[in-house]
């Protein structure tokens, strides 16, 4: 017959088993199903800037308009990422250079990527990207297009113009787009992961 001391002994071992993950109740083992996994690289593209999903945190893309003036400054410069077929994004990170005080993000699902009048849908209000951080954005929708919008940020350097027709100095300003280091999407198992 089996003594209570020994009950009790095999009952701890047990429980520190359970407890220390060498012995799951499904027989798992120690490993667990991640929630959350990354888009596949290969079905992102971006053709103003391909390096903001190279997926190298060291390369640089700077957001432009993609239709500048010389007459006037374009009102916010964006660019926008496509996916070889539609993806869930459950949420993206952007890994920035530059302080971007106003992204806007806007998805599309639609079959014509090419299409001139896309159904741009905003997700939530603007996001507040500090300078040289990363910044995770829910977008929890299933697309195959994706907008980012931002600001311009000013340029420090200025130069001085002397008109021919008068002895009046004209300090000009530029303005760049921001420098943002890559976009990571990710979705997660509950869809499939697709």
Same mark, same amino acid.
Request: charged share 25%; glycine share 6%; proline share 6%.
């Given at each position: 017959?089996? +003594?209570?001391?020994?009950? =009790?002994?095999?009952?701890?071992?047990?429980?520190?088993?359970?407890?220390?993950?060498?012995?799951?109740?499904?027989?798992?083992?120690?490993?667990?199903?991640?929630?959350?996994?990354?888009?596949?690289?290969?079905?992102?593209?971006?053709?103003?800037?391909?390096?903001?999903?190279?997926?190298?945190?060291?390369?640089?893309?700077? !957001?432009?308009?993609?239709?500048?003036?010389?007459?006037?400054?374009?009102?916010?410069?964006?660019?926008?990422?496509?996916?070889?077929?539609?993806?869930?994004?459950?949420?993206?990170? *952007?890994?920035?250079?530059?302080?971007?005080?106003?992204?806007?993000? +806007?998805?599309?699902?639609? +079959?014509?990527?090419?299409?001139?009048?896309?159904?741009?849908?905003?997700?939530?209000?603007?996001?507040?990207?500090?300078?040289?951080?990363?910044?995770?954005? *829910?977008?929890?929708?299933?697309?195959?297009?994706?907008?980012?919008?931002?600001?311009?940020?000013?340029?420090?350097?200025?130069?001085?113009?002397?008109?021919?027709?008068?002895?009046?100095?004209? !300090?000009?300003?530029? =303005? !760049?787009?921001?420098?943002?280091?890559?976009?990571?999407?990710?979705?997660?198992?509950?869809?499939?992961?697709?």
């Amino acid at each position: 017959m089996i +003594s209570k001391f020994a009950v =009790v002994t095999i009952l701890l071992l047990l429980i520190s088993f359970f407890s220390s993950g060498c012995i799951k109740p499904n027989g798992g083992g120690s490993t667990t199903i991640k929630d959350n996994i990354e888009v596949d690289p290969s079905l992102i593209y971006c053709d103003d800037n391909p390096k903001i999903v190279d997926g190298d945190l060291k390369t640089l893309s700077q !957001i432009t308009s993609p239709t500048p003036s010389e007459t006037k400054t374009p009102d916010h410069p964006f660019t926008i990422i496509k996916f070889r077929k539609p993806v869930y994004v459950a949420f993206i990170e *952007v890994y920035t250079k530059d302080r971007l005080p106003k992204l806007n993000i +806007s998805v599309a699902n639609i +079959s014509n990527t090419e299409s001139n009048a896309i159904p741009w849908r905003g997700i939530g209000s603007s996001c507040y990207v500090e300078k040289e951080q990363k910044k995770r954005i *829910v977008i929890r929708s299933k697309i195959n297009m994706m907008k980012l919008t931002a600001n311009w940020i000013k340029d420090n350097s200025s130069r001085k113009v002397i008109n021919r027709d008068s002895s009046r100095i004209t !300090i000009t300003t530029y =303005v !760049i787009g921001p420098e943002i280091y890559e976009i990571k999407f990710y979705t997660n198992q509950a869809n499939g992961g697709k």
